[in-house]
């Protein structure tokens, strides 16, 4: 049996393929004008360039950037956007896909959570 994220090497398909699988509260949707997946409006993955764009701890794309094929994210030759690692089909970080969404997932559950609290301290003020 083939792991979701290794059946054709289109990284598109290969991210819907475990956000269906796993992932009832993460939805499809655009961004950079590119296929984005969020939980509410917080970005947790994308295909740019026909490559993994994953939002993580800033410690994690630091040592990912260690693997081959990872770097920063630039969108459109912009500064490295620091939560953020983008890697292709070729790359060794694309045979652990679902592990690096499931962080990712996770990740964003985490600071959406902390955010929603900011912001009810701040109205309570």
């Known amino acids: 049996m083939h792991k979701p994220n290794q059946d054709t090497g289109d990284p598109l398909a290969s991210l819907r393929a475990i956000i269906a699988s796993r992932y009832d509260d993460v939805q499809e949707g655009p961004m950079f004008w590119c296929p984005g997946f ?71 559950q985490r600071t959406s959570q902390s955010s929603r609290r900011r912001r009810n301290v701040s109205k309570r003020k």
């Open 38 to 108: 969020f939980i509410g409006t917080t970005m947790v993955a994308g295909v740019y360039d026909n490559q993994i764009v994953l939002r993580l701890p800033e410690n994690r794309v630091t040592a990912l950037l260690e693997t081959h094929g990872c770097s920063q994210f630039k969108p459109y030759g912009r500064a490295p956007m620091r939560h953020w690692l983008v890697f292709g089909v070729s790359s060794p970080a694309y045979h652990t896909l679902a592990e690096l969404v499931e962080e990712s997932v996770s990740f964003a």
